[in-house]
């Protein structure tokens, strides 16, 4: 009984896990440019929540209506004002941009909403649970979690494969240069790579505040999971982002089974070793450019 | 007024001037052929025509409007498309994902996907195969199909039969009247003389960034363009 519920329990937190690899992983395998300042756009995400459900008297999950859009704006003008610019001197101005964008958000928070922890509150569902047999008993919150990483990657992926501009975005991240021969306006595409990203993560950080308490400075533990997810998975693949969260998640629960102490640890090591025995992890699709 | 006009255009890579004043044009639905020997800066003109390069100097103009300070994503809603060296395939999509990609700037035309296969019928059973899963000539139909997606109205095609068997060479190229037959300008580079003669009505042969030699292909005195070509009266 214990080894099941530790077992659900690790798919359940994988899922909030390769929540927080989706929109990382969705700009890594386009821009081929590494947001290390995800985590803290999640954080910033919880924060607008906040604010959103305070005035507007919203739910978190409400709040979503107004979040998403705005979210997905604030990715867009990130991308296209500045981003962008840099595009030409590759990768690195990006990492140092986000870099310093990583501490403004940290300190910006600090200063507007002090380093109190914070909550979002959802009411009764947060702490509802079903017991499925003696000793197993799981949230119903992780379980909504889940579905809707499910319905996001499924929706994703789909956008990816069978529409237009998912295919712009596939053929941009193969090869910038051929893609604009075919009409394609690369900086464009990065823009709506970057909102959708910023889209994925105001669901990533409305989930977040909602099953536990945050903090100004809680963004870059947050990246380094998101970034195990991706090692895991494999550049580029969307269903690698949930093989990646889940065996995080799975790694992690177990390790705390053996001793509270080793939780965190059990999910680097399972990182590491996968790191060495496949580089590119498990599911990679992105493929390397000339 | 031409489809096409390339007036004193000169372009190049950093301080390295590839091209230097040249001047060609190309009719609504002629051939034009580029020959000229290896660095006479055949890629560099197909390149800056179609704004993956800019110009230096000089004037493109399509259709009356001037399009040398247009971006390549541009030039390709206007109705230039280019079937790079190379071919340049998506290597993580799919061969009919690579056709359906050239249809991106959204324009209506002759060309669909069941088109593209009913001209190069061998890509139907690879149509879900990964482009680089291919042979060199099948991922050539591929570039070409790709770029005829687009329903362009000027085609640029860079050595199309760039490191493939002869026997394919001469089926890619049974396709060309198929494709001008619909109306397409097209402006191919070749390094084979006979073959560029052969399939275009003008012939332009380039020698160190200049035109050294044009003509109509079918009054050309081969001599003259291996000449030419060679640069002997240099």
Redesign the interface.
């Known amino acids: 009984m214990i080894a099941m519920s530790t077992m659900l329990n690790g798919v359940l937190l994988g899922g909030l896990y390769a929540l927080y690899g989706l929109g990382l992983s969705l700009t890594f395998g386009i821009m081929r440019t590494v947001n290390l300042a995800h985590g803290d756009i999640i954080v910033l995400a919880t924060y607008l929540a906040l604010i959103t459900t305070q005035v507007l008297g919203l739910t978190p999950l409400m709040s979503l209506a107004v979040l998403v859009p705005v979210m997905f704006c604030i990715g867009y003008g990130l991308q296209r004002l500045i981003l962008n610019r840099t595009l030409k001197d590759g990768m690195m101005p990006a990492v140092i941009i986000t870099f310093g964008l990583s501490f403004v958000i940290q300190n910006g928070l600090l200063l507007g909403f002090s380093a109190d922890r914070q909550v979002l509150r959802q009411g009764a569902i947060e702490t509802m649970g079903v017991t499925l047999a003696p000793g197993v008993t799981i949230g119903v919150f992780p379980i909504l979690t889940l579905a809707v990483l499910l319905v996001m990657i499924f929706a994703l992926q789909a956008f990816m494969g069978r529409t237009?501009l998912g295919?712009?975005f596939?053929?941009t991240?193969?090869?910038p240069?051929?893609?604009?021969?075919?009409?394609?306006?690369?900086k464009r595409i990065y823009g709506l790579a970057m909102g959708l990203s910023f889209a994925i993560i105001a669901v990533t950080g409305v989930v977040m505040g909602i099953r536990s308490n945050f903090s100004p400075f809680d963004g870059p533990a947050r990246l380094i999971f998101a970034f195990e997810v991706i090692i895991i998975g494999g550049m580029g693949s969307i269903y690698g982002v949930l093989a990646g969260g889940l065996i995080l998640g799975i790694a992690q629960t177990i390790g705390g089974a053996i001793n509270p102490t080793f939780f965190q640890l059990a999910g680097h090591l399972v990182t590491l070793g996968i790191l060495v025995v496949r580089p590119s992890g498990l599911f990679p699709?992105?493929?390397e450019r000339d | 007024m031409a489809l096409l006009e390339v007036e004193n255009l000169s372009a190049g890579y950093g301080l390295f001037q590839a091209l230097r004043g040249i001047s060609l044009a190309a009719e609504e639905g002629e051939t034009l052929a580029i020959v000229g020997a290896n660095g006479a800066g055949k890629t560099t003109l197909l390149r800056t025509i179609c704004g993956a390069l800019p110009a230096m100097t000089g004037r493109v103009s399509f259709d009356g409007t001037s399009i040398e300070n247009s971006s390549a994503h541009q030039l390709a809603r206007l109705g230039i498309s280019m079937v790079p060296e190379g071919r340049k395939l998506f290597p993580s999509l799919t061969v009919e994902d690579n056709l359906i990609i050239g249809s991106y700037p959204k324009r209506k035309g002759f060309w669909t996907v069941e088109r593209v296969y009913a001209l190069f019928p061998e890509l139907v059973k690879r149509r879900n195969n990964r482009g680089l899963d291919l042979s060199g000539g099948e991922q050539q139909m591929v570039a070409i199909g790709r770029a005829l997606m687009a329903n362009p109205r000027l085609l640029l095609m860079d050595e199309i039969s760039l490191g493939l068997a002869p026997i394919v060479v001469n089926q890619i190229y049974k396709s060309l009247p198929e494709i001008s037959g619909h109306g397409t300008s097209v402006v191919l580079v070749e390094q084979d003389l006979n073959r560029a003669l052969s399939v275009s009505n003008h012939v332009y042969c380039l020698l160190e960034g200049h035109v050294e030699l044009s003509g109509l292909s079918a009054q050309m005195d081969r001599q003259a363009l291996i000449d030419a070509y060679f640069g002997a009266n240099a």
């Open positions: 237009l295919r712009a596939r053929a991240s193969d090869d240069a051929t893609a604009e021969l075919m009409g394609i306006d690369g699709e992105t493929i």
